[in-house]
């Protein structure tokens, strides 16, 4: 559990700075005296809002001057060559504040300091005090430390280009979701922000909770919705599901009295029964064979055919279902699915979801397909981690080179760790990182050498699995 802090004080700062602060663009501010290494205090935006998001702990407290390479300095922070010169002809010396920075679980609004301006750089007294945790913070340990060593050290940023660019795509973000998508993974990439703070729950798709609880429907639980609005309510999210999995839905065939529940045209044909209430009748199997037949005859036979309802399949439905090739999945099933997709997109291949939808009930088939899944994103994620460990080692040499690491190296560093299995030789080490480092993953980077053993890959983002 984490400690809680009262914090009285807030230090004043531009709103531009904390904007940064708390967006993980920087780790400094620029106060007018020195702070305590240790000290606590909100951060007060200088402006008539007076809106209080986040909370700040100095962990170092520099005192620089003319003679610090300014150009550098203003590459690792989020001012230019100009703003520091001029700061440093009013008051001679630049106190540099390097900023631990944590969320406040919501917005804290306290009334507006008259002399605020007055104020900038300076502590101000809270009205009230601030309880306050570091349950939130902007960034992990790892790239907080990361940073705090470069920004003391003046290394220059690797990535110098790419911040520009995120700069330019922030002012699209706001009005444009792809915008603020890509804004988000550059924030990650950079090291700007973690994917916990960024990965929040979409509202638009809290529908994927309700996928169970739709398929097991009972009269006591819908006494004010008839059996026939209960089933289309089924069918309709059955639909959504599918579709989010990446099915072509053909809307043609809605269900209804006498219609066929569904029918997904690609990437393959797929024809589908769905059945709300406590357990799914035994005539199902003859019913999805007879309207599919009927429907589309040319396809129908060779066609996946699936019902999706509650409980376990009586006997005589298992059996039909297995003379028709038919699987049949649970509702719960397919909300697994669902959310496996929502957590990771793109992770489940529907031509290899296809191989385990066998005739019969098949959920123990499908969650053996998801149990796979969730291992060769494991496998991906400790080859990742792998290669930032080593990162990491080589950060700390004092023969640093900075220059990635071989598929041998990489190999070795992941065998040697007893609990990763299945241990790999190097070819499958290499097929693993060239996936890793494609631009439309972007988890490593990669400096082509002259053949593939001569190939280097360096740590770029983590692959989180929820």
């Known amino acids: 559990m984490n400690q809680q802090f009262s914090i009285p004080t807030a230090l004043c700062l531009p709103v531009p700075d904390i904007e940064a602060l708390i967006q993980g663009r920087t780790i400094a501010a620029l106060p007018r005296m020195f702070i305590r290494p240790g000290q606590r205090f909100a951060l007060y935006p200088a402006d ?38 001029e700061i440093l002809q009013k008051q001679q010396y630049l106190f540099l504040a390097y900023l631990r920075v944590y969320q406040l679980p919501q917005l ?5 300091n008259p002399n605020i301006q007055e104020k900038l750089g300076k502590f101000v007294s809270l009205p009230n005090s601030l309880t306050v945790s570091e349950a939130t913070p902007i960034l992990n340990d790892r790239t907080f430390a990361q940073r705090k060593h470069q920004l003391e050290k003046l290394e220059p940023s ?7 660019l995120q700069s330019a795509i922030a002012s699209l973000s706001i009005s444009q979701p792809a915008a603020k998508q890509l804004d988000d993974d550059m924030k990650v990439f950079l090291g700007w922000s973690s ?24 009269k006591q639980e819908d006494e004010w919705k008839n059996n026939y609005q209960a089933g289309t309510d089924f069918e309709n999210i059955v639909r959504d599901s599918l579709e989010f999995l990446g099915f072509t839905i053909d809307y043609a065939h809605k269900g209804g009295a006498g219609g066929l529940d569904l ?14 209430g406590k357990k799914i009748p035994n005539p199902t199997a003859v019913q999805l064979l007879n309207l599919g037949t009927l429907r589309r005859p040319d396809l129908f036979n060779q066609a996946t055919k699936l019902i999706i309802g509650p409980g376990q399949a009586t006997t005589q439905l298992q059996d039909a279902a297995k003379v028709h090739n038919m699987a ?33 009930q098949s959920d123990e088939e499908v969650e053996k397909y998801i149990d796979q899944v ?49 241990k790999l030789n190097d070819e499958a080490v290499h097929d693993l990182l060239i996936e890793l480092s494609s631009p439309l993953t972007g988890y490593l980077g990669r400096i082509k050498g002259s053949d593939w053993k001569s190939d280097r890959f360096y740590f770029l983002r983590n692959l989180l699995i929820n």
């Open 108 to 112: 804290q609004e306290i009334s507006v």
């Open 263 to 276: 029918f997904c045209s690609k990437p393959y044909p797929l024809f589908g029964e769905c059945k709300a």
């Open 374 to 422: 969730y291992k060769e994103m494991s496998l991906r994620s400790q080859i990742i981690t792998v290669v930032k460990e080593l990162s990491e080692q080589d950060n700390q040499s004092s023969k640093a080179t900075h220059q990635g690491f071989t598929v041998t190296e990489t190999r070795v560093h992941y065998n040697a760790n007893t609990t990763h299995n299945p």
């Open 158 to 164: 690797l990535y110098h280009e790419l911040e520009e």
């Open 195 to 218: 994917e916990k703070l960024i990965k929040q729950p979409d509202p638009d798709l809290a529908w994927i909770n309700n996928i169970a609880a739709l398929g097991n429907r009972s």
């Open 328 to 360: 049949i999945i649970n509702p719960e099933t397919l909300e697994k699915l669902v959310k496996l997709q929502s957590n990771h997109r793109n992770s489940i291949d529907l031509f290899k979801l296809k191989e385990y939808l066998k005739a019969g």
């Open 48 to 85: 008539s809002s007076a809106s209080i998001k986040a909370w700040a702990k100095c962990e170092l407290c520099q005192i620089l001057d003319e003679t610090k390479p300014l150009e550098i300095l203003s590459k690792l922070t989020i001012w230019t060559p100009q703003v520091l010169k």
